[in-house]
């Protein structure tokens, strides 16, 4: 018998797969381009070239920056069985790069004037993970 069968019939979490190679090259580094090139999957990295562009006044890199992490987390999360829906939890470390890559294009979108991109980016981090979107907007 399955006690934790999901009764309510939502779609289960989503947790994406380590990458400790990655991100301990990040951790190490002050500058995350080297660690973007040399791990381009690695949507941390772009997250945080979004988070430092955006902090040096340029938006338009920030959203490109951020929409590659964003791109590179959905193919990760569509391979994890993410079917487009469902949670995707703050908690588990591997899943922040592309939660952090969301936060930063709806960022980078309100900042070049893109409202609905904005809004949706806000909307999706929420529903995605309300705790990603305490934890990243306060």
């Not at 309510?8 to 994406?16: A, F, K, V």
């Not at 190679?21 to 090139?37: M, Q």
């Not at 381009?40 to 938006?59: C, F, I, M, N, V």
């Amino acid at each position: 018998m399955n006690l934790h069968r999901n009764l309510l019939n939502e779609p289960p979490e989503t947790r994406l797969a380590d990458d400790a190679e990655a991100r301990e090259a990040l951790a190490a580094s002050d500058d995350p381009t080297p660690v973007a090139g040399r791990f381009p999957s690695y949507s941390a990295a772009w997250a945080r070239l979004a988070e430092l562009a955006l902090a040096d006044g340029r938006p338009v890199a920030a959203y490109a920056y951020a929409r590659t992490g964003y791109h590179r987390g959905l193919d990760q999360l569509r391979r994890s069985g993410w079917k487009g829906h469902g949670p995707i939890p703050w908690e588990h470390e591997p899943n922040r790069g592309f939660l952090r890559a969301l936060h930063y294009l709806g960022k980078a979108s309100e900042a070049i004037g893109d409202t609905e991109e904005a809004e949706r980016c806000s909307t999706f981090l929420r529903e995605s993970s309300a705790e990603a979107d305490r934890a990243l907007n306060g």
